[in-house]
């Protein structure tokens, strides 16, 4: 080889290697840039997991207020650790080893209510459906003894939906009926997870594809939800499933009140990052603004209920709960004003 050649080929060579360093530094960079929430794709799909973590630490307890057995592995090791290392520790002599988290109380109310409706409705037998809206780490069709033959729909993004389901597959809960073997069976006549955008204005037709029947009363579930929505989005999602209920249906939803969600703007706090994104507070009293979207506000509830309700001594709540409705978060019970018997 001339000394030319021999000079050409190696410039090659250091071409290549500079070129190779180049396109997996800018690869690795990208991944990790890309993936600050593991394998969610922002902080609010990242929230379904930091609310597992909550109901894993609650389930550790000796006697706790709600049981999720799948809740640490849906959460992963980083989420349930974060959870660990802010709860607060009960009183000696308390039977607890940390504070009951405003999380576990929210769980509560959700569960009882939702399994009362489910037992019996207004009007005859309870509603068979149940649709989750913003879903997330939700794992009551698997913890939860419901009613036999319940359809559960869960709509929430494509990336929860598919973190979820390998979660669950890799943890040995069913996702079909009927699978008694499985470590966790479902405990649901059915369970579809529905790919959906609650902000787009057809994300309901994706419902109706996965077999959902707005002629067939229906239980529906906002948990944690409306505050990550724009006000017009709030108004257009409650609209939109007034009138895709059926007599005997039921929405349980929860809400920050604007004057709560006023308070938080600007707050230094280790959930900064997750407040930033909170848009939507309802009025202190909701009953109005609710009919004017098609519900009918049955009760309303706050943190203090429950835990008047549940016999709780303040000391061992992580928060003190407000008795005040503008104090806090709001737990609504409506029934849709103007029934609705075929599809919108």
Same mark, same amino acid.
């Given at each position: 080889m001339s000394r030319r050649s021999f000079l050409l080929a190696?410039?090659?060579?250091?071409?290549?290697?500079?070129?190779?360093?180049?396109? %997996?530094g800018s690869r690795v960079g990208n991944i990790f840039r890309a993936q600050p929430y593991g394998n969610l794709n922002s902080i609010i799909s990242f929230s379904s997991r930091l609310i597992a973590a909550s109901r894993a630490l609650e389930t550790e307890e000796d006697d706790p207020i709600i049981r999720d057995e799948l809740a640490a592995s849906l959460a992963g090791p980083g989420p349930l650790e974060r959870a660990r290392s802010r709860a607060q520790a009960a009183p000696e002599g308390s039977?607890?080893?940390?504070?009951?988290?405003?999380?576990?109380?929210?769980?509560?109310?959700?569960?009882?209510?939702?399994?009362?409706? %489910?037992? =019996?409705?207004?009007?005859?037998?309870?509603?068979?459906?149940?649709?989750?809206?913003?879903?997330?780490?939700?794992?009551?069709?698997?913890? %939860?003894q419901l009613p036999l033959g319940v359809s559960w729909y869960e709509v929430d993004r494509s990336d929860v939906l598919a973190a979820k389901r390998h979660a669950l597959k890799k943890n040995g809960a069913g996702l079909e009926p009927g699978h008694t073997r499985k470590a966790y069976p479902l405990l649901t006549g059915s369970w579809k997870g529905v790919e959906a955008d609650l902000e787009e204005p057809g994300w309901w037709e994706s419902l109706l594809a996965s077999g959902f029947d707005p002629g067939s009363p229906v239980v529906w579930l906002a948990e944690g939800l409306l505050m990550y929505l724009e006000g017009k989005s709030v108004a257009s999602l409650l609209s939109t499933i007034s009138r895709l209920s059926s007599q005997n249906s039921a929405l349980l939803t929860m809400s920050?009140?604007? $004057?709560?969600?006023?308070?938080?703007?600007?707050?230094? $706090?280790?959930?900064?990052?997750?407040?930033?994104?909170?848009?939507?507070?309802?009025?202190?009293?909701? /009953?109005?603004?609710?009919?004017?979207?098609?519900?009918?506000?049955? #009760?309303? #509830? /706050?943190?203090?209920?429950?835990?008047?309700?549940?016999k709780l001594d303040p000391e061992i709540c992580q928060k003190s709960p407000s008795a005040s409705p503008?104090?806090?978060?709001?737990?609504?019970?409506?029934?849709?004003?103007?029934? =609705?018997t075929e599809a919108i």
């Open positions: 190696g410039i090659a060579a250091a071409n290549l290697v500079i070129w190779t360093f180049k396109v %997996l039977g607890r080893k940390f504070k009951v988290g405003p999380m576990a109380l929210r769980t509560w109310w959700f569960d009882q209510r939702l399994l009362t409706l %489910l037992e =019996s409705g207004k009007q005859g037998p309870g509603p068979r459906q149940v649709v989750v809206l913003g879903a997330g780490m939700d794992t009551r069709p698997w913890r %939860l920050l009140t604007e $004057s709560m969600l006023n308070r938080l703007s600007g707050v230094r $706090s280790p959930r900064a990052e997750l407040i930033a994104t909170w848009k939507f507070g309802c009025p202190t009293d909701p /009953t109005d603004y609710f009919a004017a979207l098609g519900w009918e506000v049955e #009760s309303i #509830s /706050t943190r203090a209920d429950m835990a008047t309700a549940l503008g104090g806090g978060t709001l737990f609504i019970v409506a029934a849709p004003l103007a029934p =609705s």
